[in-house]
């Protein structure tokens, strides 16, 4: 039963990895397509037991899921809710929309697109720990919505964004869900784990990427962008019901991550942990489809080596900016832009395979050749 079991498992996996760039309808309700996948997952690993220990349905996975979408996060050291964040934000952008414009319009006249492109860019990647990834990426939408720029471009800009968002976000216990995880779990011995521990440990490597996802995006746009000076800095304003409608597909996407997590947890447990530290930080590039808190929660312990941490987080926060239910920010940007899973992997994977080799070489084969 194990077998049939996990191979089901696999199964979902792979319609959650293919389906949604095959066929239209899924791609435009994605958040619903990923909630049954998660309920069906959920429901197989049932059937599983790891260790001896029953995994599937439980009231605690189901009160996880339904609390999670607003209470998983910290705002300035404040724990609060992703979707309330989503809807306040949204409101006071809605309120005030004409003020915003100005601002933008105003910032435009003064610098050129690309120096605004790659501040914000940089910026927001440095400052996601600290702010959270979720308030980054509103800032982010908004700014790039109102910006005179082609849709391609736009998109361009905003998959680079949220690379360096999701990237910077690691390096405190404010950032994401993830590092919240991940310092509670090492607080004790050995490691012994404090704020500035994931800096620490990863800001030689995050820091200056922020700065190369800059470059990239100002790259990017200058090829997509065909320099049309008659784009308009206006847009539509959302209206209160398109702000509420978009916080509940931010719940339902959350939700339906949960589910799949918890889902495909047997998976993680009785194959990707024992696996060596460039194993680990491959295997991680699952992340892309999968929540990368449950896959840290699963993976991350004291037990670990210090290589072994490095390895799985840099696969897991590199990784997620591939595919849109890859992280937080994602789902954020996805659904405000309308920016469909297909559009998202078109810039997505090929920067986040090729950052994935990058960081590969930087990490491991220094110490192969005995330079580290």
């Not at 599983?48 to 339904?66: N, R, Y």
């Not at 414009?101 to 914000?120: D, K, N, P, T």
């Amino acid at each position: 039963m194990d077998v049939l079991a996990n191979l089901g498992l696999l199964v979902i996996f792979l319609l959650v990895l293919i389906l949604p760039f095959r066929v239209k309808r899924i791609e435009r309700n994605l958040e619903v397509f990923l909630f049954a996948c998660g309920v069906t997952a959920l429901t197989i690993a049932g059937f599983i037991a790891v260790s001896g220990v029953k995994t599937g349905w439980s009231l605690a996975i189901i009160g996880e899921a339904l609390c999670t979408p607003v209470s998983i996060t910290n705002l300035f050291g404040i724990p609060v809710g992703i979707v309330q964040i989503v809807l306040v934000a949204g409101l006071l952008i809605h309120f005030f929309y004409h003020r915003m414009q100005e601002a933008i319009v105003g910032l435009v006249g003064r610098l050129s697109l690309q120096v605004i492109i790659f501040c914000l860019i940089v910026i927001l990647g440095l400052v996601s720990s600290l702010i959270s990834a979720i308030l980054a990426a509103i800032i982010l939408v908004e700014i790039v919505n109102a910006l005179p720029v082609v849709k391609k471009a736009k998109t361009e800009i905003v998959v680079v964004a949220c690379f360096a968002i999701g990237l910077g976000a690691g390096l405190t216990p404010l950032g994401e869900p993830l590092t919240t995880i991940v310092v509670a779990k090492l607080a004790g011995a050995p490691y012994h784990a404090g704020f500035t521990y994931l800096f620490n440990k990863l800001g030689w490597y995050v820091v200056p990427s922020m700065f190369l996802f800059g470059v990239i995006g100002v790259v990017l746009f200058r090829r997509s962008h065909k320099g049309d000076v008659t784009l308009s800095c206006t847009v539509e304003r959302e209206t209160i019901p398109e702000i509420f409608l978009r916080a509940g597909k931010v719940y339902l996407f959350i939700v339906a991550l949960v589910f799949l997590g918890e889902g495909f947890k047997p998976l993680i447990l009785e194959y990707v942990i024992a696996i060596s530290s460039p194993g680990l930080y491959w295997i991680n590039i699952v992340s892309a489809v999968l929540d990368n808190a449950t896959l840290a929660a699963a993976e991350i312990s004291p037990a670990l080596t210090s290589q072994q941490i490095t390895s799985a987080l840099m696969g897991l926060l590199v990784a997620g900016g591939m595919l849109i239910p890859g992280n937080i920010p994602n789902i954020i940007a996805a659904g405000k832009l309308d920016i469909s899973s297909s559009e998202w992997a078109k810039t997505g994977i090929p920067l986040g395979v090729a950052l994935m080799l990058v960081f590969f070489v930087v990490l491991f084969v220094p110490g192969w050749l005995g330079l580290a």
